[in-house]
């Protein structure tokens, strides 16, 4: 398992690292590409509610994404959470087919 945070538990990595593949997942699969400085806002109640519901250190207060072409396969994540922390992540497909990311 990745963990993104060290510092976090098991279940907070778990919990974040399945947030970033679903929206990595939502945007590839809506084809979410950025068009001039338009960004892809999410439905933050419902990531906090799918991801984040016993975990209050991690809800978020703002996410977005967007790929960075028509029909791509690699995009970026940005969240902002309840603590003022404000991640960056660029994702991509793999030759198998499966998300990986890193820190933007």
Known sequence: MDRPYPNMSDAENI????????????CINNNQ????NEFHYLDVPNLNRMFFRAMPC???????CFLD????????I???LKDGC???YSFWVN???DIEYCHA
């Not at 590409?33 to 001039?36: E, F, I, L, M, Q």
């Not at 991690?58 to 977005?64: G, K, T």
């Not at 072409?69 to 970026?76: A, F, H, K, V």
């Open 69 to 76: 072409e028509n029909g791509g396969n690699e995009g970026m």
């Open 58 to 64: 991690l809800r978020l207060m703002e996410a977005y």
């Open 33 to 36: 590409y950025r068009v001039g």
């Open 86 to 88: 404000n991640p960056k």
């Open 78 to 80: 940005r969240l902002i």
């Open 95 to 97: 030759e198998k087919g």
């Open 15 to 26: 919990a974040h690292n399945a947030l970033i593949e679903y929206i990595a997942n939502q």
